[in-house]
């Protein structure tokens, strides 16, 4: 369902000297919007509903933590990306499956993610998440190339393997020693990859280690150790390959989502960092009846439970 086939590679973004992060006089956005790029559907029991979809299990984790949601759809130009983001507080590239390569879905991606580092050189505080493919797309705009390999955790559930920076880490800053330990010896993390970066492949490229800190890792089926949570060390770019919308949006009996109290609250903690980070960010719609249109309370989602891992979507 989650399963990833992706073959990728993308030109280099080189980023250096950027602000420091959260400048304590940073206004709060307290009607904070933020972007989900739309998935190509790839699934043909699906197709019949739309060309691209969102899983609403992303649009309820992130409103859940207080923010609204404007679904971007594929196949925009440029200009049309540029205007979009000077109206969204922050940005979501989803899991999923595409060709990073030659799709819409790494086009699109790769603009905004330009956008956001410009923004954030310039001294607008503009924050990325990504989750699975998400959070694989992350490490190729920096490496500028496709590092992945075999990483296989299929529909398993795991504690996190915390490296040294976790516990300074922003995405951290606000989890109780409890709930930190509960993280890392508790099946709290759903994983749903084939693919993902080795550790050893990670710290082994400059590009990617002077960019992200890795906050954990974990063992795939096959031995290897993989990077499973990121944050920026200078811009406030995040990505997890495992999947904490899933705690409490999707219950599919046949696969392992965690849905203890602990995974439950991960969840929780981890939706409100990133909407808080989004609430720094104070892009606006020029209007309320054009941000009204934009968001995605104008589509109604599907029940797909009977077709696919997902209880809903939204199709476009």
Known sequence: MLSLLVFACFCAVFVTDALPLGPSDTPVNDRPIIGVLTQEVVDE???RFGKTYIPASYVKYLESAGCRVMPIRLKQTLVEYENIFKTINGMMFIGGAADLQTSDYARAAKAFFRLAVEANDAGDYFPIWGTC??????TVLVAGQNLLTNTTA???ALPLNFTDEAPTSRMFEDFSSELMKALSQEDVTGNFHHYGVS???FRGNDKLDQFYSILSTNIAVNDVEFVSTIEGRKYPFYGVQWHPEVNRFQWN????FPHSKNAVRVSSLLAEFFVNEARKNMHQFSGPGEE???LIYNYTPVYVG???GYEQSYFF
């Open 133 to 138: 493919m998400g959070f694989q797309l992350l």
């Open 199 to 201: 550790e050893k492949t």
């Open 154 to 156: 299929e529909n398993l």
């Open 292 to 294: 009204a249109a934009a």
């Open 306 to 308: 009977n077709i696919s």
């Open 45 to 47: 029991d699906m197709l």
């Open 253 to 256: 009996p046949n696969l392992n």
